[in-house]
């Protein structure tokens, strides 16, 4: 029988202070099974497997980050919004990186909880840039801009990776002011819409091209070939 008050709910909060303390990438079975007061094999009466738990980590996770969200962006808009969201994650990621880095990868289409739980960010993102006036594409284009600066910055702080001696708070300050600036902006013009949109320029003739003897000949061409019994006068 499963040991008396041991739920799926309470392996699932350990395994998130095991993932927290330890990485992600560490949290296994055999590791949450003595800290739960249990052998492993009990562990499969709460949980499926180590994919399943991890899963429902997720979950939480996701859930937990949304609602890290929506209280840092509730009564603010526009760069107010973007700002405060992008200072609560770090603080979010910061105390608990296990959970954070279970946010990361995206949800298995079919798997409708995780997808309203990874839709449960977006939505809230999504609303704190809705000051901007951005929408369709540009809108997740700008939600994608804002989510790896953020988890750029993140990853390279957990992992040690700003080593100069400059204040990094100073940084992120800094990046998350030319982020909510930039979406300002928003959206910029692609290497690739600047080619066309020059492309597009240079294949219209300008008006001494359009007045030239030659285009003048061409029109005339044009016209005859309309109708090769022109009218004549007198």
């Known amino acids: 029988m499963p040991r008396a008050g041991l739920t799926t709910q309470r392996v699932v909060e ?9 990485g ?48 840092a962006a509730a009564g603010r808009a526009g760069a107010q919004a973007v700002t405060a969201m992008l200072y609560a994650t770090r603080a979010w990621a910061k105390a608990h990186p296990g959970r954070y880095a279970a946010t990361v990868r995206a949800p298995d289409p079919t798997d409708d909880e995780e997808v309203a ?22 809108a997740i284009d700008a939600v994608r801009a ?47 819409e600047r080619v066309a949109k020059v492309s597009s320029t240079l294949s219209r003739p300008s008006r001494r091209d359009r007045n030239s003897p030659a285009a003048t000949a061409r029109r005339s061409g044009a016209r005859a070939a309309r109708d090769p019994h022109p009218r004549t006068d007198g």
Do not use: C
């Not at 052998?39 to 949980?47: D, W």
């Not at 739980?117 to 540009?138: F, K, M, V």
């Open 14 to 22: 350990e395994a998130e202070q095991v993932a927290d303390e330890v």
């Open 24 to 71: 992600l990438p560490n949290l296994t079975l055999a590791a949450l099974a003595p800290r739960l007061g249990v052998r492993m094999p009990s562990l499969y009466k709460h949980v499926a497997g180590i994919d399943a738990l991890r899963r429902l980590l997720s979950i939480r996770a996701k859930q937990e980050l949304a609602d890290v969200f929506a209280r």
């Open 117 to 138: 739980a990874s839709n449960a960010i977006l939505d809230i993102a999504l609303a704190g840039l809705a000051e901007y006036r951005l929408a369709g594409d540009d």
């Open 146 to 192: 804002l989510r790896a600066t953020l988890h750029g910055f993140i990853s390279l702080e957990q992992a040690g990776g700003f080593g100069l001696p400059n204040d990094v708070d100073r940084s992120f300050d800094r990046v998350t002011a030319a982020l909510a600036e930039t979406f300002t902006a928003w959206p910029p013009k692609t290497e690739r």
